[in-house]
Nanobody, 127 residues
Framework: QVQLVESGGGLVQAGGSLRLSCAASGRSFSTLNVDWFRQAPGKERELVARITSINSTNYADSVKGRFTISRDNTKNTVYLQMNSLKPEDTAVYYC?????????????????????WGQGTQVTVSS
């Protein structure tokens, strides 16, 4: 079993920055692929950023150039650095992990593929 705990959310003005953390425990973290999703009120869950067990990264077009995903296996933690935040980035942000790598399209359309989820952290960007 893997437990994921997100932190770092909060209220920030447009143009500001936040860094989210996803801390994992329970099994070999370095073997996990970890993604960040977000869900805004009334909207479907959206895949935001991905980092594989071998540090390959990918981003949604909406955050490319503004968000950076990284991992520190010595701390069992994945980070999401969010810069130039916009009001439309307001959402609950979740990290999810899986030992199996899924394609971006599969991950985006079927989040239930991921066996491990955090509880979410709220990000609110004011205009």
């Amino acid at each position: 079993q893997v437990q994921l705990v997100e932190s770092g959310g909060g209220l920030v003005q447009a143009g500001g920055s936040l860094r989210l953390s996803c801390a994992a425990s329970g099994r070999s973290f370095s073997t996990l692929n970890v993604d960040w999703f977000r869900q805004a009120p009334g909207k479907e869950r959206e895949l935001v950023a991905r980092i594989t067990s071998i540090n390959s990264t990918n981003y949604a077009d909406s955050v490319k150039g503004r968000f950076t995903i990284s991992r520190d296996n010595t701390k069992n933690t994945v980070y999401l650095q969010m810069n130039s935040l916009k009001p439309e980035d307001t959402a609950v942000y979740y990290c999810a992990a899986s030992a199996i790598y899924y394609s971006g399209s599969a991950a985006a359309t079927n989040p239930a593929l991921y066996p491990y989820w955090g509880q979410g952290t709220q990000v609110t960007v004011s205009s």
